[in-house]
């Protein structure tokens, strides 16, 4: 029986797929819903997302499972009030991972997450949101654009009925509950170590809390700096995670607001510690830390409250 490989070697030897998308299928479709959310609200959390990598043809077929796991897919946000476009970020390819292949027999598919971040699209679109997410999956990667198989799926993101101002942050006691989408950001970087680079010291990283909207916005800061970001490390060769330790949680300031006037922004340190990623992470070290700040401590569980910004930690420079 043939067995078609979808991976890095078939694409570069000139098989079938140098045809289009549109003329040629290798069996392979791709599908996307939403988790826990089936109409694809904007919650003003983030969007978790399910793909599913398909075989809906007659024959074996073989997937770089692994390799997209990691690399996830591409996506390109479409507002479709303005009919503007942008893609987002993804993470980086790892050509290692295109030997491993893994068997899907016919009707036999894999499934692995992804999430679109809150800011990306309240940053991007106006309320109310209506937004065409397309996610994409190279399955001839290394192939060249005219000969590459895209397997694309569209999802659309939209508002909950009837609502035109839905916050992305219920700031508790908040003179702007109503503040658009958005309006409060994070970033990250790593102090005099731009690529993140683990050298086998101390990772220190700072974090800006910026009011990027029109208005005030009633924060509590004081909480904030105490506590600064939970932090959970991902090991991006094995999937496996783990949360950084936090100060107990000071009950007492929570209530204790301050505003934020636009255009400014508090600042904080979060310190990655060699030990941490020499014993938990596999070597050599490639992890994501993803930073989260809760706005509205009060409410610890609600996702809708949180704002977020990861990094990468490599012991190579990142590609």
């Known amino acids: 029986m043939h067995r078609l490989a979808v991976s890095l070697a078939l694409a570069l030897a000139a098989t079938p797929f140098a045809a289009s998308c549109q003329d040629t299928s290798p069996g392979i479709e ?17 969007i978790r997302v399910e793909l599913e990598l398909r075989n809906v043809g007659s024959e074996d077929v073989q ?59 309240s940053r991007f679109a106006p309320r109310p949101i209506d937004v065409s997410a397309v ?54 970087r790593c102090i005099d170590n731009p690529t ?51 100060p107990p949680r000071d009950r007492s300031l929570i209530g204790e607001l301050e505003p934020l006037a636009p255009g400014e922004s508090i600042r904080m340190t979060r310190s990655v510690m060699p030990h941490v990623l020499q014993a938990f992470a596999q070597h050599p070290v490639d992890v994501s830390v993803e930073f989260s700040l809760n706005l509205a401590p009060q409410n610890p569980r609600e996702e809708g409250h949180h704002v977020k910004r990861r990094i990468r930690i490599t012991q190579q420079p990142q590609r």
């Open 30 to 46: 791709l599908h996307a819903s939403c988790i826990d959310n089936a109409p694809c609200h904007f919650l003003g959390g983030d």
């Open 63 to 121: 997937v770089p499972a692994e390799f997209y796991r990691r690399r996830g897919p591409s996506v390109k946000l479409v507002d479709r009030q303005s009919g503007k476009e942008t893609s987002l970020a993804s993470n980086p390819p790892d050509a290692r991972l295109l030997k491993s292949l893994q068997t899907l027999r016919p009707g036999q598919s894999f499934r692995f997450p992804w999430r679109i971040l809150p800011t990306e699209i």
């Open 196 to 246: 993140c680079r683990f050298t086998g010291e101390e990772i220190v990283v700072e974090l800006e809390l910026r009011n990027d909207g029109q208005q005030s916005v009633q924060l509590p800061i004081r909480y904030l700096r105490r506590m600064g970001p939970r932090a959970q490390v991902t090991d991006n060769q094995s999937g496996a995670s783990t949360w950084l330790r936090t």
């Open 135 to 188: 996610f994409s999956v190279n399955l001839t990667p290394g192939a060249r654009a005219g000969q590459a198989h895209i397997a694309s799926r569209e999802l659309r993101i939209t508002d909950p009925a009837g609502s035109t101002q839905a916050s992305l942050i219920a700031v508790p006691g908040g003179a702007t509950a109503g503040e658009p989408a958005g309006s409060i950001v994070l970033t990250a």
